[in-house]
């Protein structure tokens, strides 16, 4: 049977980075396994329907290099694929369950189950829930006769339909990732299947639409795996094969102790969305990883670290490595730190082996108007240095503006007679210079105007580059010194040996 799998989120809001891995990890083992990736869209709880976090999710996914080969937004045998448009099919679905005695109606007020559970709780019961003992005190079509039922019903009453869970049985099942799983079906209630509004609950349509849609793996986050128990005694209550489990470990805060949350990527100053997100209600923005300068290829490698490894020591993985190293074995059960650092690293990483065209394409829209040629020149000159591209022209300040300050330490240092001989002397000769001013002929001049003076040109590297730069460390001097052009570095050099001590 070939290999389908679903990404099923809910517009609730933003995607949460978890969401993001649990659709790259389906990707990855769908592509693996020559399968077909679905998107379904679980939009049934309209309470929390969000506008544009459909259209959030789609563009995050397209921006990370998932490919939906079935689902929302490309379509598909098993359209539609958002299921607030499916409705009428897991009420049939439902009434299946009803008429094979494995679910009922039930007509209880909120303040009838509210009741029902404080009577419980003060007699002390372990869990006061709607359950195979309780549903025996309320109103509901095992309690009430057929015809009070249908009278019911014909009043437009309004009603719930609940799963009837048969409690003296184990639940088994093996979840690929955490083995097997066992619970006792007493411990479950009698959850909602369909709603007073007509609506299914998450329950039912997950499980009627992983089936209709011929889901043969479903892989999600840990999260769920309280409800598998449910969703396995659902498709038996069907009749129907479940699919394979696999449950994605939790992502943990970076310190590595507990549930990463919100309030964790605040305190950090990092995305915990792929996206930046504006609520639509307070106009509050959420960072994203794309505009914090993350590159799609970092947020692919640094998810697909966050809970798998290939078990070998290469760390940087393209997508298409990914799906050839990937397999849901090699995912641990333990939680995943969130290590922002190591993002980082990836960045700096992906950055660095980008070229000089590239870079520039990623630059040009935050400069203003700098010639294409010289913004190559910049970005050679700072890509190793720096871990976002944004930094690339922020890194850079010294390109652009002269120094209004010297790094003290240096001037104490370096700034000595050689060094003021050596400068003098390369400003006298870089104004009868005429060739063309290149990194290499800004060193062949300098390094002559040093020998001419009898000064060992390694001994005032550094008085050169603060006297260009104000600093005492930076990139590639000569190139820095290209892309200033030489009657700027000879201005620049007149003001240090003016405003420097004279030594
Ligand atoms: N709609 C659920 C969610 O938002 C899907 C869970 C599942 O994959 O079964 O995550």
Same mark, same amino acid.
């Given at each position: ?15 949460? !980075? ?19 990736? &679905? ?44 299921? $607030? ?12 369950? !009803? ?13 009838? !189950? ?79 299947? &369909?709603? $007073? ?29 309280? $409800? ?152 050679? &000159? ?26 003290? +330490? ?6 000595? +007679? ?80 003016? !405003?420097?001590?004279?030594?």
């Amino acid at each position: 049977m070939s290999v389908r799998v679903r990404f099923a989120p809910s517009p609730t809001g933003p995607l949460h !980075i978890g969401g993001v891995r649990t659709a790259l990890y389906n990707y990855l083992f769908a592509r693996k396994n020559g399968g077909k990736m &679905l998107l379904r869209i679980e939009d049934t709880d309209q309470n929390r329907y969000v506008p544009g976090a459909e259209n959030y999710i789609l563009e995050a996914l397209q921006w990370i290099g998932i490919e939906i080969d079935e689902g929302q937004g490309v379509g598909g045998p098993h359209a539609p694929y958002r299921q $607030s448009e499916r409705k009428d099919i897991y009420r049939e679905y439902a009434e299946q369950l !009803i008429a094979a005695d494995k679910a009922y109606y039930a007509f209880d007020t909120a303040d009838e !189950i509210e009741a029902m559970r404080k009577r419980l709780e003060e007699a002390g019961a372990d869990a006061a829930q709607y359950n195979a003992i309780t549903r025996l005190q309320m109103n509901n079509s095992l309690t009430l006769s057929a015809d009070e039922v249908q009278q019911r019903i014909a009043n437009d009453d309004p009603y719930v339909v609940r799963i009837k869970i048969d409690p003296k049985q184990d639940i088994r099942f093996k979840d690929i990732i955490r083995d097997w799983v066992a619970v006792h079906a007493s411990t479950l209630d009698d959850k909602v299947l &369909l709603k $007073s509004d007509g609506m299914p609950t998450y329950h039912l349509a997950n499980i009627v639409d992983d089936h209709l849609m011929g889901i043969t793996h479903v892989i999600r986050g840990e999260e769920w795996l309280p $409800s598998a128990p449910l969703h396995v005694l659902m498709y038996q209550y069907f009749g129907w094969t479940a699919p394979q489990f696999a449950h994605l470990p939790l992502l943990l805060k970076p310190e590595g102790n507990g549930k990463l949350s919100k309030r964790d990527a605040d305190l950090g100053g990092f995305p915990i969305f792929p996206l930046q997100w504006q609520d639509p209600t307070t106009g509050t923005i959420a960072r994203g990883f794309r505009e914090d300068g993350y590159l799609q290829e970092t947020l692919v490698n640094f998810l697909a670290f966050l809970g798998w490894n290939p078990g070998t020591e290469q760390e940087l993985f393209t997508m298409d490595e990914l799906i050839e190293a990937f397999s849901l074995e090699r995912i641990h059960k333990a939680g995943a730190r969130f290590d922002i650092t190591k993002a980082k690293w990836f960045n700096q990483q992906y950055l660095k082996a980008k070229s000089d065209e590239e870079l520039a394409d990623l630059v040009q829209s935050q400069t203003s108007g700098i010639e294409r040629q010289k913004l190559l020149k910049i970005c050679h &000159l700072m890509k190793d240095r720096v871990t976002f591209s944004q930094e690339i022209l922020s890194e850079a300040a010294f390109l652009f503006e002269a120094p209004t300050t010297y790094e003290e +330490a240096i001037v104490t240092g370096k700034w000595n +007679a050689d060094a003021i001989k050596a400068i003098t002397a390369y400003v006298d000769d870089l104004k009868v210079y005429e060739g063309d001013f290149l990194a290499d002929s800004a060193k062949a001049v300098w390094a002559a105007a040093a020998e001419r003076v009898g000064v060992k040109m390694g001994k005032v590297m550094q008085a050169l580059r603060l006297a260009v730069t104000g600093a005492g460390h930076g990139p590639d001097l000569m190139l820095t010194m290209e892309i200033l052009g030489k009657d700027e570095v000879i201005l620049r050099l007149e003001k240090a040996l003016q !405003i420097l001590p004279q030594v």
